[in-house]
């Protein structure tokens, strides 16, 4: 599980997730993820376009950095899920306590709104 | 009832130690034994999240005494499915009698715990538990697609 963070015009912050976000990945970038997401006072997307599986873990990890933006009056948009993960992702119904959106700019445009 | 095993040799068979490195390990002996089956992607990530989930379930709950133990897996075809059989000696735990854990509604009403077990739940076309002789055996039927 790799991850880069970016600064985007807001300012927010973007976290782009690559790899596995089981409960290894989770474990091996959750203290970064956590300083560079939830440590913020701003609003983030996260793109998971390159995450090819996700599980309990991994799902654990961005419930518990949302809630902690959420606590400082932010949020936390997630974009770029493929079909499977996706899934997991509805099983769980994290996208009804928070956006899930298909694309980068769908998710811009949700922080927007 | 008890459930019986299909007849068929197992896939795989394999002792899990309880340590995290053999979850990832075990997913890579798990993909060697199903290379070539012609399952689709859906099936195996699928079979993927109930490995994970269960092998991480043992790995935090079933030996609160620690010390070296291990799952023993086996990994089973059949026509309507693919079947995993999860079998330790560790404390008795019915998945099957947890109570579902409801949708959450709002970022403060979604529970920490019992994620893996709804995952798996909906992943399964089928569960079973059984206590045999002080062993936990929880068996999973993932129909094909």
């Known amino acids: 599980m790799d991850m880069t963070v970016s600064e985007l015009d807001g300012p927010l912050t973007c976290a782009r997730l690559q790899g596995r976000l089981d409960a290894a990945g989770a474990d091996r970038v959750g203290v970064r993820f956590?300083?560079?997401?939830?440590?913020?006072?701003?609003?983030?997307?996260?793109?998971?376009?390159?995450?090819?599986?996700?599980?309990?873990?991994?799902?654990?990890?961005?419930i518990s950095t949302a809630r902690s933006l959420s606590l400082k009056g932010h949020r936390m948009v997630l974009f770029g899920a493929n079909g499977d993960v996706q899934g997991v992702l509805e099983d769980a119904a994290l996208d009804q306590i928070m956006p899930v959106a298909s694309t980068e700019a769908e998710a811009l445009a949700v922080l927007a709104a | 009832m008890p459930y019986s095993l299909p007849d068929a040799a197992p896939l795989l068979r394999l002792a899990v130690p309880n340590e995290l490195a053999a979850v990832e390990s075990t997913r890579l002996q798990v993909h060697d034994a199903i290379a070539g089956l012609g399952l689709s992607a859906r099936l195996i990530y699928r079979l993927e999240l109930v490995l994970e989930e269960t092998l991480m379930n043992r790995l935090w709950h079933a030996f609160p005494d620690g010390g070296r133990h291990s799952t023993d897996l086996s990994l089973h075809l059949v026509p309507e499915a693919l079947v995993l059989c999860f079998d330790d000696d560790g404390i008795a735990f019915d998945p099957l009698q947890a109570p579902p854990t409801a949708s959450p509604r709002t970022l403060s009403e979604a529970a920490p715990g019992g994620l893996g077990l709804m995952l798996t739940r909906k992943a399964a076309s089928t569960c079973t538990y059984e206590r045999v002789a002080g062993r936990n055996r929880f068996t999973v039927h993932l129909a094909r697609d």
């Open chain 1, 34 to 62: 956590t300083a560079a997401v939830a440590a913020q006072a701003r609003d983030a997307v996260i793109d998971l376009s390159g995450v090819s599986f996700v599980a309990s873990m991994g799902l654990r990890l961005l």
